[in-house]
């Protein structure tokens, strides 16, 4: 293949990657590829959300090199196939897909280009394995463009034994998550909120500080359609010790994960069978870098999503927990003082947390506005 036509299908790749949002993706990054079959184009595909098929998959869904009925590929129909990224080729304990290069081999591709080896040390080796099983595979080392694509999956490189964490919440156009007088239910319209139910559906976990538990009564479960297979797990940070009976939280069939302080305490009135984790109390407030670390190892979360209060948005930002913060705008103004994070203040606006790689979606009355923490900070 002459060096313009691999450029122009890399392009095509890329521009395939660029269909997804890396707020639905994190922690993996965005790829896009190109299936072919005797050097035609037959095929195209990304990675759309965190747990999804991954874009491979995909472009031989697109080829029409996919069985629905084993949920196998089909040999024969794609040739080669051209990637942003080195395809995945190891099956871990938290990994919710079949390594992408058992699939391309048995799709009977040949050839395989890809735009950088995988930057995460403990998944590269596709190279490797596909050398061995006979496939002639071309690495681009197109580290820049990836790397712009990618704001989350690099900052979750940096995030060691804890899940990638984002914050969520509703606020009105002065930032507002609830009236003084503690009323929050609803600021965002339909879509907004349908939306939320997709963004927990495909998380591992939520959690909720102590006062929006008692204020807002959440179920935090995700409620889609069709439904989704897998709930989140339910995460309770320093619940109270007795609730209403009717209680939303105490209802479903979502797991929950009570976090309460280290030694003795009573149990609290919750089912039997529930999980608890105990973590120290640091200053007051429980030590949230020992919780997420006991989240990923002990619970497989690779995905936290953390939907409030202010004072729990606060403590993440406090202990550098935070890797993006998704904000649902609604147009209107609430005025007092429930400002959507509670927490220490920066000495001037130079100083501040500066966000990246803005991604902004109109639903309804309201904007979706999701930004990264960059990796450095
Ligand atoms: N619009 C939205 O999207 C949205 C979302 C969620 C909540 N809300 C609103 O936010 C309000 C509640 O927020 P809030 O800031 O008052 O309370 P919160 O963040 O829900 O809970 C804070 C309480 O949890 C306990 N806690 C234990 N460990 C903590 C830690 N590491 N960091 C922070 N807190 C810890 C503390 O209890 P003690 O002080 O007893 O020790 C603390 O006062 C409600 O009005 C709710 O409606 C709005």
């Known amino acids: 293949m002459s ?20 707020l639905f993706t994190a922690p993996n990054p965005r790829v896009g590829a190109i299936a072919l079959q005797q050097g035609h184009v037959v095929g195209r595909g990304f990675h759309r959300v965190f747990g999804g098929p991954h874009a491979e998959e995909m472009a031989l869904r697109d ?24 395809p995945c080729c190891k099956s871990t304990a938290t990994k919710k897909r079949r390594p992408c290069t058992d699939i391309l081999l048995e799709a009977g591709v040949r050839k395989v280009t ?50 990638w964490i984002f914050l969520k919440w509703a606020s009105s156009l002065d930032g507002k998550m609830a009236t003084s007088g503690g009323v929050s239910q609803w600021i965002t319209g339909p879509e907004a909120r349908q939306e939320v139910h997709q963004l927990r559906a495909i998380s591992d976990a939520i959690l909720i500080g102590k006062t929006t538990l008692i204020e807002d009564d959440p179920s935090l479960t995700a409620r889609i359609t069709p439904p989704s297979s897998k709930q989140p797990l339910r995460v309770l940070l320093d619940p109270p010790s007795t609730f209403p009976a009717n209680a939303k939280i105490l209802q479903g069939d979502a797991p929950r994960l009570w976090v309460l302080e280290d030694g003795p305490q009573k149990v609290g009135a919750w089912p039997i069978e529930d999980a608890v984790v105990r973590v120290p109390r640091l200053s007051g407030n429980l030590c949230l870098t020992t919780l997420v670390g006991k989240l990923a190892t002990e619970f497989s979360v690779r995905r936290l999503m953390v939907e409030g209060g202010a004072k729990v948005h606060g403590s993440f930002l406090a202990e550098g927990l935070v890797d993006a913060i998704v904000r649902y705008e609604a147009p209107f103004l609430l005025g007092g003082p429930r400002c959507a994070v509670d927490g220490p203040s920066f000495s001037s606006p130079q100083d501040a947390l500066h966000l990246v790689s803005e991604e902004t979606a109109p639903l309804g009355r309201d904007v979706r506005r999701a930004l990264c923490v960059p990796p450095t900070a």
């Open 63 to 86: 080829a029409g090199a996919w069985c629905e009925k084993s949920n196998q590929p089909l040999a024969g129909f794609v040739d080669e196939m051209m990637i942003t990224l080195e």
């Open 114 to 163: 890809f735009g950088l080896n995988d930057p995460n040390d403990s998944q590269t080796g596709a190279a490797e394995k596909l050398n061995r099983a006979g496939v002639q595979v071309t690495t681009l080392r197109e580290h820049r463009s990836f790397r712009h694509l990618n704001p989350a999956f690099f900052r979750d490189l940096t995030c060691v034994n804890r899940p």
């Open 3 to 22: 060096e313009e036509r691999q450029k122009a299908l890399f392009l095509r790749a890329q521009a395939e990657a660029r269909k997804a949002s890396w």
